[in-house]
């Protein structure tokens, strides 16, 4: 951003060398590298941008046509954002040039006019704080009306509403908060004005943010059209259907449950499936069965997942290419077409798919079918929106759920403490007594958990369970910081190699936080440093070793305990959990935590706040959301 | 009488080239030009209508044209005013003049059309990063405020 750019050009570099720079460094302009930037501004000079934009014949002689009409179309979108960042500059409005740029390619011109004309409507990029203080400085009065509806809509966006991972507040609730914003009381015209304006949309006398409201009516829609449509390739002829199924039980330890042969059998009859299976209730074993009989009729399935981890269990379990959502979608974009009617999409884990997420999806589903498989008692997505588990609870959504544990799973106690939790019930837990398969509890205090994790850990690891088999899993940060530096302690007392910039040291367990598709690398991978030699630093990461640098270790943190939510996605032999009085600890965190493990569960801690945290409401069902509403809305259409 | 017949005529192929551009499915053609005598008889127009009124053959053209075919099938032998009457290449006036029109119009045509073109390229863009817009939850579009 340069504030001194004159506005004759819009910001666009001005001298012809800079220009032609810029012609043949930006990818948007397709098709134009560092020869043609040469032949054009040798051509046309000074006046080299007012060519490409009048379409002058010379530019299309140079570059061809398409590429000619592509450029014009590129400068015409960025002639007036670069304007735009530079009256932002200006302002010192301190807003990242990424979003305004986002904001002003999505609006245009008329667009970045009305933000000249009413600056509050930054907050649909920025904090209320920063757009109130451009807002002052541009002499906005304090009961003007754009003020008023910038801080509904901030209050929206902000904790109360999508922060909290809901998409619908109360009026009232929302005008409450919007009041401490403003620093005073304010009507219900309030609200109204932001309906109005487009900040908000009002939903049954509530009121969402629009981009949350647009998405939830649009997968609502979507999945309500999908429903009762049978697959665009067709429907599998039943004896057909009836003689593969039969084929694949025959060698199989446990012939399929009626309900999990139903699902095998919808997913060949109907578009979308909506697959509901608790913990040890099979559901691996059904989408093994729909890319069996799927791939025998020649469709693809495809699984995705959210975290890179639950793709690579996918991948182990069903033997099928399972990728992340991110890497699906990435594919999609580069990809011109969507997806065709022999593919069979499978969103597993898809209750961690939030409406953003699910969203996307939708959008790249083409004539694909698709199955949502997912357990609804786990935790809500991280990101705002409940889908998954609306869907399960809505009358008119055709689904199965999986809800007998199977036989196999049930010996080791985990399904049956599993649907207790669901319920609200926790029986009595033995203590540990050394490593065999079930549940147990141990008593202690907060300051002697470590000490009892080691005493855990020992005997486990003496039983012969490898240490990266067992997992520490605890609900809160303050558990996670307690551990990490009590171990991380533990592995200083050998004078380790440090990660340069970090306090992680040579052999430590850790858990690597963004995505990274280009390096194959998912939030929520973990694994050890295996070396650290000067600058070069190698680790295993989920299963695969990674040349890492010493600037990756912003990316990286000690993983000896981790969140429920980083876990989620993945299972461990083995499972600690710490459980100790806390408001944020419900049902939902403990079900998701303890259904990590798929041979043993040690509890640690207060039996009392686990029992306190499962009586409390699950977290989705916390959310407010108008997802559910939107589906009634469609079933009220049709009607 | 006579207008009447010709807005008739009009209005008649009109809806013809209408017809074949909501269906998609063009007028009769060999791929490079109009097949006239095919167009005539599915309109129920006459071949006198067709010579008698240019706005019908006016109407034809600029559907082969958007079409890009030729109005109609060229003979192997150029017609005598476009042929060459001695070598130095000289071509009739009137026909010179028509030929530069028709140039002209289609030049002028062409830069709308690649006018359109790049502002359609263009919202592209916006709709891809008002898609991104959206899944950050907020507001979506400018409005009143």
Request: hydrophobic share 40%; net charge negative.
């Amino acid at each position: 951003m340069n504030a001194h750019t004159p506005p004759d050009n819009g910001g666009l570099p001005q001298s012809p060398s800079m220009f032609q720079h810029y012609l043949a460094r930006e990818r948007a302009f397709k098709n134009i590298g560092p020869k043609r930037a040469a032949a054009l501004t040798e051509a046309f000079g000074d006046d080299l941008s007012k060519a490409i934009l009048d379409q002058d014949e010379g530019v299309a002689d140079i570059i061809g046509e398409e590429a000619a009409l592509n450029a014009a179309a590129v400068l015409e979108t960025r002639l007036p954002e670069t304007t735009f960042l530079a009256w932002l500059d200006s302002l010192a409005a301190d807003i990242p040039a990424a979003k305004a740029i986002r904001l002003a390619r999505a609006w245009g011109p008329q667009g970045i006019d009305a933000i000249r004309e009413n600056p509050y409507l930054l907050i649909a990029i920025t904090d209320w704080k920063t757009v109130d203080r451009i807002g002052a400085a541009l002499n906005i009065g304090p009961k003007d009306e754009r003020r008023q509806v910038a801080a509904v809509e901030a209050t929206l966006s902000g904790s109360a509403c999508l922060g909290a991972g809901s998409t619908l507040l109360a009026s009232q609730d929302a005008l409450r908060v919007a009041e401490r914003l403003l620093g005073y009381k304010c009507g219900a015209e309030v609200a109204e004005a932001a309906v109005k304006a487009g900040g908000a949309i009002g939903l049954a006398g509530e009121l969402q943010p629009p981009g949350a409201a647009h998405m939830e009516a649009y997968c609502a829609l979507k999945l309500a059209q999908l429903a009762p449509q049978t697959p665009c390739s067709g429907i599998t002829d039943p004896d057909t259907l009836d003689a593969l199924l039969e084929e694949y039980e025959a060698p199989q330890p446990f012939p399929l449950t009626d309900a999990q042969r139903e699902a095998v059998r919808m997913s060949h009859r109907h578009r979308l499936l909506v697959l509901a299976g608790y913990a040890g209730s099979g559901k691996t074993t059904v989408l093994k069965e729909v890319c069996q009989t799927q791939e025998t009729l020649r469709k693809t399935p495809l699984i995705i997942t959210l975290s890179g981890r639950a793709a690579q269990r996918a991948n182990e379990a069903t033997g099928r290419r399972a990728i992340t959502v991110a890497r699906f979608l990435i594919e999609q974009e580069k990809s011109d077409t969507l997806l065709d009617e022999n593919t069979v999409l499978i969103a597993d884990e898809a209750s961690m798919l939030g409406l953003v997420e699910v969203w996307r999806i939708l959008r790249r589903l083409g004539d694909a079918s698709l199955i949502l498989c997912g357990d609804p008692a786990q935790l809500p997505p991280v990101s705002p929106g409940v889908v998954f588990h609306a869907l399960v609870r809505h009358p008119d959504i055709r689904k199965v759920v999986l809800d007998r544990v199977h036989r196999q799973d049930e010996r080791t106690g985990i399904p049956a403490l599993a649907e207790g939790v669901r319920d609200g019930i926790i029986g009595t837990l033995p203590p540990f007594t050394g490593a065999k398969p079930g549940v147990t509890f141990d008593a202690c205090e907060r300051d002697n958990l470590c000490h009892e994790i080691v005493r855990l850990q020992t005997a486990l690891h003496a039983d012969g369970n490898h240490p990266d088999h067992v997992q520490i899993i605890a609900p809160t940060n303050k558990e996670i910081d307690i551990i990490n530096t009590h171990f991380h302690g533990l592995a200083m007392q050998g004078g380790p190699t440090l990660w340069p910039g970090t306090n992680i040291a040579v052999g430590e367990p850790i858990i690597w936080t963004v995505n990274n598709a280009e390096r194959g690398l998912t939030n929520g991978a973990l694994g050890r440093v295996l070396s650290i030699e000067d600058e070069r630093i190698c680790a295993l990461l989920d299963g695969t070793e990674h040349e890492l640098k010493e600037e990756d270790g912003q990316f990286v943190q000690l993983a000896y305990a981790i969140s429920v939510h980083k876990a989620q996605g993945s299972q461990w032999p083995a499972v600690i959990i710490p459980t100790f009085p806390s408001k944020i600890v419900d049902r939902s965190l403990i079900y998701t935590a303890l259904t990590r493990a798929q041979e043993q569960v040690h509890f640690l801690g207060s039996l009392n706040a686990m029992q306190r945290a499962i009586e409390r409401p699950a977290a989705a069902d916390v959310r407010k959301t108008g997802f559910g509403r939107y589906l009634d809305l469609v079933k009220e259409m049709k009607n | 009488m006579s207008h009447s017949k010709k807005a008739e005529a009009l209005r008649v192929l009109g809806s013809l080239i209408e017809a074949a551009e909501v269906t998609g499915k063009p007028l009769p053609n060999d791929g490079t030009s109009l097949q006239l005598g095919q167009i005539l008889t599915l309109s129920g127009l006459s071949r006198q209508q067709l010579s008698r009124y240019p706005e019908v053959k006016e109407m034809l053209s600029e559907y082969a044209t958007t079409q890009g075919l030729s109005y109609s099938r060229q003979g192997r032998v150029a017609a005598e005013e476009t042929a060459p009457s001695d070598n130095t290449q000289m071509v009739p006036l009137a026909r010179l003049q028509e030929v530069s029109l028709r140039l002209s119009a289609t030049e002028r045509k062409n830069a709308e059309l690649k006018a359109e073109n790049a502002s359609l390229r263009a919202q592209l863009f916006r709709a891809d990063e008002t898609a991104e817009l959206i899944a950050l939850g907020g507001r979506i579009a400018p409005g009143k405020a």
